[in-house]
């Protein structure tokens, strides 16, 4: 079984960086599908970022250019790097992960872009 919490958010000036992590208990070496989403106060979770077992890398159009996700096999992690933040970007983010054991969400981890 595969149990992601995240961590990694805080509060971040416009135009700072925060980096996220998704931590796994158990191997993301055969997890087919890494994604990370967002859930801005009184609007529905959206789809921020995805990391696929073969490598490639899908993005927002609100986020491409700017967040970059990635994964560490040996540490089981899988990251997402925000730079150049924005008061929209603020959000709890939540990690998923598709597994062939099934799906696991994460708790989610506050990030609030304010001056």
């Known amino acids: 079984q595969v149990q992601p919490v995240e961590s990694g958010g805080g509060l971040v000036q416009p135009g700072g960086s925060l980096r996220l992590s998704c931590a796994t208990s158990?191997?993301?070496?055969?997890?087919?599908?890494c994604k990370w989403h967002r859930q801005a106060p009184g609007k529905q979770r959206e789809f921020v970022a995805a990391s696929t077992r073969d490598g490639d890398r899908i993005y927002a159009g609100s986020v491409k250019g700017r967040f970059t996700i990635s994964r560490d096999n040996a540490k089981n992690t899988v990251y997402l790097q925000m730079d150049s933040l924005r008061p929209e970007d603020t959000a709890v983010y939540y990690c998923?992960?598709?597994?062939?054991?099934?799906?696991?969400w994460g708790q989610g981890t506050q990030v609030i872009v304010s001056s």
């Open positions: 158990g191997s993301i070496f055969s997890i087919n599908l």
């Open positions: 998923e992960i598709i597994a062939p054991s099934g799906v696991y």
